[in-house]
């Protein structure tokens, strides 16, 4: 595989308080990497720092090109979209008005429209509330959403924070094979943060576990899934 995105050194803080320490970090082209370990071990923090979003510091590259400096705007229009914790949908406007919002970003508007329709493939549900205002959605349609938002920016890498949090079992799965499809059919590499992390496993391909800002072990998913005492230590199961 290639590397789509590599982060070197990448360290963060919010005021004083270092969150990250000198994390390094390859996603690879249509790759699928789960982030894990216990709350507060940097997860969500290590997404924001690959958007800028944070202070931080190191270097980070998305297709051969240095992005430590640049904007998080400049960042989604080159193929990088986040999804955030707690869906980051504009509930006061309706699903087609935050899909629409991706107009703004993209400068063809007929691939905008088409994917918007891929959008629609994936997630019909969404094409039935279309004119339903976002905040009167079920949680899991929130969610997807929010996914289908970050599909509407054409993206090569896709950030989730959490996809899973505060859904039902069976709205979860049904979400998670949607990604797959996305990641298979569509070559959108992503990067999931995930608490659940036997589904985030069995999704990914490869793995990085965090503890206290730092990586304490990194390889293939398979690596962390038959090692019990590495799950018990860090993952708790």
């Known amino acids: 595989m290639t590397s789509l995105l590599k982060a070197n050194g990448l360290s963060a803080w919010y005021g004083p308080i270092r969150a990250l320490y000198d994390l390094d970090l390859v996603i690879e082209q249509g790759g699928v990497t789960a982030l894990l370990g216990a709350n507060g071990a940097g997860k ?5 720092a690959i958007c800028n979003m944070v202070r931080r510091s190191g ?14 705007e400049d960042i989604v229009r080159m193929g990088v979209a986040h999804v955030p914790e707690g869906r980051g949908t504009f509930v006061a ?3 087609e008005e935050n899909l629409r919002l991706a107009f703004h970003t993209r400068r063809d508007h007929a691939a905008a ?3 918007m329709d891929l959008v629609f493939d994936y997630f019909p549900i969404l094409k039935e509330r279309l004119h339903q205002q976002a905040g009167t ?8 959403l929010a996914i289908g938002r970050a599909l509407m920016l054409g993206p090569k890498l896709m950030l989730l924070d959490e ?5 039902a079992p069976l709205v979860v799965r049904e979400i998670f094979q949607i990604l797959r499809r996305i990641n298979e059919h ?8 995930e608490q659940n992390a036997a589904l985030a496993l069995d999704l990914a391909d490869h793995v990085y576990l965090l503890e206290t800002g730092k990586v ?18 860090y993952l708790g199961y």
């Open 93 to 95: 406007l309706t699903v």
């Open 59 to 72: 270097t980070t590259s998305f297709l051969g090109r240095d992005i430590s400096r640049r904007s998080t």
């Open 44 to 48: 969500t923090t290590t997404l924001r």
């Open 137 to 144: 959605l079920s949680g899991g349609e929130q969610q997807m």
């Open 163 to 167: 996809p899973s949090f505060g859904l």
């Open 186 to 193: 569509e070559q959108v590499s992503m990067l999931i943060v």
């Open 113 to 115: 429209r088409r994917d």
């Open 216 to 233: 304490v072990t990194s390889g293939p998913s398979a690596l962390v899934r038959n090692d019990e005492a590495l799950r018990k230590s």
